[in-house]
């Protein structure tokens, strides 16, 4: 039975044998024909040997994915909409901020309105001796909005906004402080420095 | 009186009326020329008691930019030349511009005198200057200046810092604007406040020496 497979075996090879005998001339015709047609970009180029790329791109791959959780915070977009839903909408924001060096530090406070009509805006209170010409706002990016930091030492203070030289108008989110010598209410803010 | 004594003192009140036109000179370009002369009497008399002159000054320009009557500004900036010199003699011996001003401001909402020098002896090398301003806000959101003024100066004695104090007033702030009675509000913020300071000593481990 073996003599037999054996027999069967070797015929058939020589049947392939015969078939895969190639014709040189056909392999030369083959051969121009492909090297005359134009290369396709995407195989321009050349790949490295499949190990190395195999390896490669796992590699690649990895730490792309790293990077990018890596990154992911710094890369989400903020939500517009939540942040300007969260600000206010027309008001000065007094940001107390905590000096740590010691009480006779003053302590930068930042002021802030939105009037969308206002020309000029000015910080009075009793750390610029009220003056109107003093402390300035500065336009803000967005339309409407002014600010300005000063520094002021630690405990009460008592302030207003000016509005284009003549409209006095007190800070709509800071607490009230009553006027009686010239009935007026300030704004009131205390400015805490531990 | 000698002619030198008499040259002397004229003198002194030439250059203390100079100074007191080159301070007044800050104030408000604006202003009326009897809140000028008034002022400069003011800025005089402070520069001779050792007061802070600059507070005056912001007095009146507050009066101007809020188109006071000139009366209204004399008036007060009269009542705060007052006011200074009285909490410049309780916070003694040396308080500090801003804890003068803090003082006034007290006076002002009509804390008594006297706490202001209870408050010095609590805190002796400490500015007051924080702790003022909130007895000050405390009893400008309605609570009895002694209520308010024996709390703050409890807590200053069992050494609460101003971080503290900061936020009992901030606390009570926001306790009064949700509608709760002021004296609620302090009672239950201090009562906060005090049991997160270390226990105050007891009394009798000193009075006793027999204690062991």
Redesign the interface.
Known sequence: MDMERDELIERAAAVLRRRATRNPRVVARILGTVEGRPRRWWRAASWPSAPFSMAATMTLAAAGLLLGFVTREATVRPDRGASVASMPAAQALPLVA?ARTG??LPVPVQFTLRDVRAAQVAL?G?FN????TATLLEPGTASGTWSVTVPL????HVYAF?VDGRT?MTDPRA?K????????ANS?L????? | MTLRRVFLISLASVAAVTAARAQAARLDATADVTVRRALERELVFARAVGLPEGLLIAKANEGIAKRATPKRITDAVAALGKRLQVARDHLAPNPSDDEIAAGADALYVGVPAPILKKMRAAWPNRSLALPLGVLTELVAKGLPPARAAQTVTDLMARGASNVQLYALAQSVQGDVAAGWAPEAALDLRARGVMSLLPPAPAASAFTNPRRP
């Open positions: 905590v009480e006779a009075v009793d001796g009220w003056s109107q030492s630690a405990g009460r000016v006095w607490q402080a009553r006027d009686l010598d010239f009935g007026r009131v205390i400015v805490q420095a531990p």
